[in-house]
């Protein structure tokens, strides 16, 4: 694919479940900060190197820990998780496909990193998100009480990264700041642009939770014997 490519890796949470006097983000796990395993995922694959990190402004000097040795620039991040996709677009120039990804998310793959890439094969994709599937019976609650069963071969959980067309990500946040959309794809949703699902990975966790990282040192461990 020859259209230019950036990446924002949304770094600037405080991670309040995890309950560590670090943000998550930037624990170490086998000698390297969570973020920083993130970042080379991206670093590692040939068409994902433009990486512009979003972080507290409380967290310049563990950023510059984490990145050592890489040439890797920030923007602050928001008050919330949209303020700061906003920040991190901004900061950008002259891209077409932007992966918007966590950096709690450090056991990505590069091969669903291709297939995100390569689901916008037509110009009426406007973005794509790994997904999983959904497996368990869904029920729809209010004030407590089911309401109704949902059909669980529509119902799918949404992983990042999420890569979109710039201009539309960008028009988005613009038309719609300020406002409490849980990830991107919703954005996109919101004005009726179309979103393609791309199987994700069950590895491909969230950590949210110290013990979470016990799972991420398996999936590594896993992967590196590939």
Known sequence: MSAKISVIIVAAGRGSRYSTVLPKQYELINGKTILRHTIDI???????KDIMCVIHPDDVDLYNQAVTGLSIPYVFGGETRQDSVM??????????????????????????????????????????????PV??????????????????????????????????????????????????????????????????????????EPNDTKLMSVSSMSLSRL
Request: glycine share 4%.
């Open 42 to 48: 991206f670093l590692n694959h040939p068409l994902t």
């Open 87 to 132: 920040n991190g677009l901004k900061s950008l120039k002259d891209t077409d496909l932007v992966f918007i990804h966590d950096a709690a998310r450090p056991n990505l793959t590069s091969d669903k990193i291709d297939a995100l890439i390569n689901s916008f094969t037509d110009t009426e994709t406007f973005g794509a998100i790994l997904a999983l």
């Open 135 to 208: 497996t368990d019976t869904v029920k729809y609650v209010e004030n407590g009480f089911i309401v109704k069963t949902l059909d669980r071969q529509n119902v799918f959980r949404a992983q990042t990264p999420q890569v979109f067309r710039f201009n539309a990500i960008y028009d988005c946040h613009i038309k719609a700041p300020h406002q409490n959309f849980t990830d991107d794809a919703a954005l996109l949703e919101h004005f009726n642009h179309k979103v393609k699902i791309v199987l994700g990975d069950p590895s491909n966790i969230k950590i949210t």
